[in-house]
C-alpha cells in the first residue's frame, strides 16, 4: 500500500526524517516497497499545509530554513489546526512528532487517540503519552486495526526497544539497565577530565546536550520516563511514571569522580528495571559506581548504551547515540518500514 503520511510537528525530528525520505526515497522503494506521499504537516510555530495528492518535500524543508514557515508553500489549503488534520485529510500514518508536556501527555495523547480512533496508524517520538498510558493506547489500536510504534521514545534511533521486543524474544530477559541519558553522561565524563559540576554543565549547555533548564536531565527525570517505558514494553510492567525511585547527578562531586577511578569505577546515571522472583518489575534511576571492564563504564561523552541482562544469552549491550536531528528522524522511518511490512 501507499502510505499518505501527515506530521503532526515538523522541528528538528519531522525536519530529520523528511531530509532521509528525501536522500532514500528511491532506496525505499527499491529495497523496502515502501512508497508514500507527505500530504500534510501541522506545526503550531510553523503554520500547516494540506494537499490529498502529496507536498513536495525539498520545496518545505527549504522554507523552514529561510522563513521559518510553511504557510507561504505554493499550493494546497492552509490553516488547519493538528486535530483537523488528523481528522480530515486522506492519511493513513500520523507522525506525532509536537511537543509534550511529560507530566500530562498532552497534547500528543489527544493527538494518538484521535488517530487511532480514526484508524490512522501512528508513529510517535514523544515519550508522554507512553510513560502515562501504552497500554490503553494499544488496546485502542487494536480495536481499530491500526498499528502504533514509538521506538524513538527510549534511545532515540539506537533500537533499544525493538532489541527487546524483537530480536531478544524468548531470550529470557530478566534484567536492563543502561545510560539512557547522553547530558549527564557528558557531564559526569568532563568531570572526570577535570571540570567541575557548574563548569561541566555549561559545557554542556553551549554544546546543545543540556537545555537551559536541564532539571529533567540532571534530575533524572528523563531517564525515568525511558526506563518506565521499557519496564512496561519489554518486561510486562504497569509501572506508572512517578512510582519508581528517582536520583539525579547533582550530589556527585569532583572528589567523588576521582576517589571512584582510584577503586576501579566509574560513575554513571544508570537507569535499571528487573524482574522479581515475584513477577513484579522494579524501575529505578541512580547513580552507580560501574566497574571499570564493565561495558556501560567505557561509554563516554553524550552516547547512550544499554544491556540487557538475559537467561540464554547472558548480557547484551547497544551503544549509539540517544538523541539528535538524524538519529531520531532515523528513530521514525524504522517504525514506518515495521509497519509498512506489517500491513502491506
Known amino acids: 500500500m501507499e502510505f499518505n503520511i501527515a506530521f503532526i510537528g515538523f522541528g528538528i525530528v519531522g525536519q530529520g526524517l523528511a531530509e532521509i525520505l528525501l536522500e532514500q526515497e528511491n532506496e ?22 494540506y494537499d490529498e495528492n502529496g507536498l ?12 521559518g514557515k510553511i504557510e507561504e508553500y505554493p499550493s494546497g489549503i492552509k490553516g488547519w489546526d493538528s486535530l483537523k488534520t ?14 509534550t508536556d511529560l507530566k500530562t501527555g498532552e497534547p ?7 488517530a487511532l480512533k480514526n484508524k490512522k496508524h501512528v508513529v510517535m517520538t514523544n515519550k508522554g503519552p507512553i510513560a502515562l498510558m501504552v497500554r490503553k493506547l494499544l ?12 521506538e524513538g521514545t527510549v534511545l532515540s534511533g539506537t533500537p533499544a526497544l525493538n532489541l527487546g521486543l524483537y530480536n531478544l524474544a524468548g531470550a529470557g530477559i530478566t534484567k536492563a539497565k543502561g545510560i539512557v ?22 559545557q554542556a549547555k553551549e554544546l546543545g546536550y543540556a537545555e537551559q533548564d536541564p532539571t529533567a536531565d540532571v534530575e533524572g527525570y528523563d531517564a525515568l520516563g525511558k ?17 519508581p525511585p528517582c536520583e ?54 553524550p552516547i547512550n548504551a544499554l544491556t540487557y541482562t538475559t537467561k540464554y544469552l547472558g548480557d547484551v549491550t547497544i551503544v549509539g547515540p540517544g538523541a539528535g536531528k538524524l538519529p531520531t528522524g532515523y528513530s521514525v522511518l524504522t517504525d514506518i518500514l515495521d509497519i509498512n511490512r506489517l500491513v502491506k
Not at 515502501?34 to 499545509?49: L, N, P
Not at 500528543?108 to 484521535?114: F, G, L, P, Q
Open 181 to 202: 541519558n547522553g547530558t549527564t553522561n557528558y557531564i559526569l565524563t568532563e568531570m572526570e577530565k577535570g571540570l567541575g559540576y557548574d563548569e561541566a554543565l555549561e
Open 56 to 67: 513536495d518535500i525539498k520545496k518545505l524543508l527549504d522554507l523552514v530554513n529561510s522563513t
Open 227 to 243: 526506563i518506565v517505558i521499557l519496564a512496561n514494553t519489554v518486561m510486562g510492567a504497569n509501572l506508572s511514571k512517578d512510582e
Open 28 to 49: 525505499l522503494k527499491e529495497n523496502h516497497n515502501f512508497e508514500y506521499k507527505v500530504v500534510a504537516i501541522s506545526d503550531t510555530m510553523k503554520g500547516s499545509v
Open 248 to 301: 539525579g547527578i547533582t550530589k556527585i562531586t569532583s572528589e567523588d569522580i576521582k576517589k571512584a577511578k582510584e577503586e576501579g569505577y566509574r560513575w554513571k546515571l544508570i537507569a535499571g528495571a528487573e524482574i522479581k522472583e515475584d513477577g513484579s518489575v522494579k524501575a529505578y534511576v541512580k547513580p552507580e559506581k560501574i566497574p571499570l571492564d564493565h561495558p556501560l563504564a567505557s561509554i563516554m561523552g
Open 108 to 114: 500528543a495523547i489527544t493527538h494518538v487517540k484521535t
Open 86 to 99: 488528523i481528522t480530515d485529510t486522506n492519511s493513513n500514518i500520523i507522525l506525532e512528532l509536537a511537543w
Open 139 to 150: 488496546d485502542i489500536a487494536k480495536e481499530n486495526g491500526v498499528e502504533m510504534r514509538y
